[in-house]
């Protein structure tokens, strides 16, 4: 077995973009010789760049948000840090990618994209995760 990093550059030289993946091969030593048998390549995602929100902003997201019965997930500040913690379990740290879009550092393929009313106010966000995404909706305080 082995396993390397592809590294693959689109764009003209000025403005290159570079994609990273994983493969991982499996290699059978038979009588000619070795033969792959098996071969597995996955996209390795890099966090988006962070931007900092007003500490206002930051205070629009605290509450709690609910996807179904026994699964919330709940964003508390401490300081001007947002973290999120998912059925009661420890927090984790907040970035914001942008207003209203948020990743957990090291997590940054699958944001959180909150939802606001016609008044602006949040009433929900949705947990892009391919195509597994869940929508939670704010829940009364």
């Known amino acids: 077995?082995?396993?390397?990093?592809?590294?693959?550059?689109?764009?003209?030289?000025?403005?290159r973009v570079?994609?990273?993946?994983?493969?991982v091969e499996t290699w059978l030593k038979e009588k000619g010789g070795w033969k792959m048998v098996g071969s597995e390549t996955l996209a390795l995602y890099e966090d988006p760049?962070?931007?900092?929100?007003?500490?206002?902003?930051?205070?629009?997201?605290?509450g709690t948000y609910e996807a179904s019965p026994?699964?919330?997930?709940?964003?508390?500040?401490?300081?001007?840090?947002?973290?999120?913690?998912v059925s009661g379990g420890s927090g984790t740290a907040q970035?914001?990618?942008?207003?209203?879009?948020?990743?957990?550092?090291g997590n940054g393929a699958s944001p959180k994209v909150f939802q606001r009313n016609a008044d602006g106010r949040i009433t929900g966000f949705i947990y892009l995760r391919g195509n597994h995404s869940l929508t939670f909706k704010r829940k009364a305080a």
């Open 70 to 85: 026994g699964m919330d997930m709940t964003f508390t500040r401490q300081g001007d840090r947002l973290l999120a913690s």
């Open 95 to 105: 970035e914001a990618q942008a207003r209203d879009i948020l990743f957990s550092p």
């Open 1 to 15: 077995m082995t396993s390397f990093i592809d590294v693959v550059e689109h764009g003209p030289s000025d403005r």
């Open 18 to 23: 570079q994609y990273k993946y994983r493969s």
């Open 49 to 62: 760049p962070a931007i900092a929100l007003d500490p206002k902003t930051l205070g629009e997201y605290v």
